[in-house]
């Protein structure tokens, strides 16, 4: 597995590979903004490239589900251009979420746990890989509490209907635990989700969360090591894919909270002698 977190782009390729090998990672997220040239974006890829640095992900965070047909439209565009470019980059996938039948892109609302969703999720996706064709790199879903894919058989099922060998598997465990059953379970449901789409993973988000008190049921996100999801078992799960395969830090506010989640994850490691 390869650790990373959001690094900015600094003021060349140099000087951002110069910031991922200070801070250990060997892997990272696509740096640049939407309004890069050409040029430039083939000088962070290169420079990627010649020091070993996997790209792990090209975000296209967009509703391709929304009610608003404009919305939807412009969504679904954006994730063509962002799939078109995660494969011009050679990174590991594109990821979006399924988006949300709600005004937010990422919003609860009852439909979206429907039939007519799901079949929705299968046409778009099958849209936006059938039109770009990527060769190099996959488009996947990162999983959500309140649409599909929601655990490891809907993200199966998903496959399955997709029917596309450049569909894949963005991994966040955290957000398929959406009770105080997978919580306390959580190793259980981490060994679920590598034993069933283990193959298909393309990456994964490292977060924590913990379950209060506060009611009716609130499960707020932590940093890495102030929550419950047992890292020793990810961490193992993790080493029998892909050995590029990232594990990506993300949501924190400031850089030593990011120094503090990724000292975590490399104190686990050690503990199981793996390397990160």
Not at 205 to 230: F, I, Q, Y
């Amino acid at each position: 597995m390869r650790l990373g977190a959001p690094v900015p782009c600094g003021s060349s390729p140099d000087a951002w590979i110069e910031t991922l090998r200070a801070r250990g990672f060997r892997t990272a997220y696509w740096p640049l903004d939407d309004d890069a040239g050409a040029d430039v974006i083939a000088a962070y890829a290169s420079a990627a490239a010649a020091a070993d640095v996997v790209i792990a992900e090209v975000g296209a965070w967009s509703n391709p589900l929304s009610p608003d047909d404009a919305t939807r439209v412009a969504a679904i565009e954006r994730c063509k251009s962002r799939l078109e470019l995660a494969d011009r980059v050679g990174a590991r996938c594109c990821v979006n979420i399924a988006g949300s039948r709600s005004e937010s892109l990422d919003g609860p609302h009852p439909d979206n746990l429907g039939s007519d969703t799901f079949a929705l999720i299968v046409d778009t996706v099958r849209d936006i890989i059938d039109t770009v064709a990527p060769q190099r790199t996959h488009y996947t879903l990162e999983p959500m509490p309140w649409v599909p894919p929601d655990s490891p058989d809907s993200y199966l099922e998903l496959i399955r209907a997709i029917a596309r060998p450049r569909f894949a598997v963005h991994l966040d465990p955290v957000n398929l635990i959406n009770s105080p059953r997978k919580y306390y379970d959580n190793a259980g449901l981490l060994r679920e989700c590598f034993a069933k789409l283990g193959p298909y993973i393309k990456a994964v988000h490292a977060k924590d969360l913990t379950l209060t008190s506060e009611l009716t049921l609130h499960m707020p996100e932590v940093r890495p090591g102030r929550g419950g999801l047992d890292f020793h078992v990810l961490l193992t799960e993790m080493e029998r894919l892909d050995r590029d395969t990232p594990l990506l830090l993300e949501h924190l506010p400031t850089e030593a909270e990011y120094e503090a989640a990724a000292a975590h994850v490399r104190a686990v490691a050690g503990e199981l002698g793996l390397e990160t």
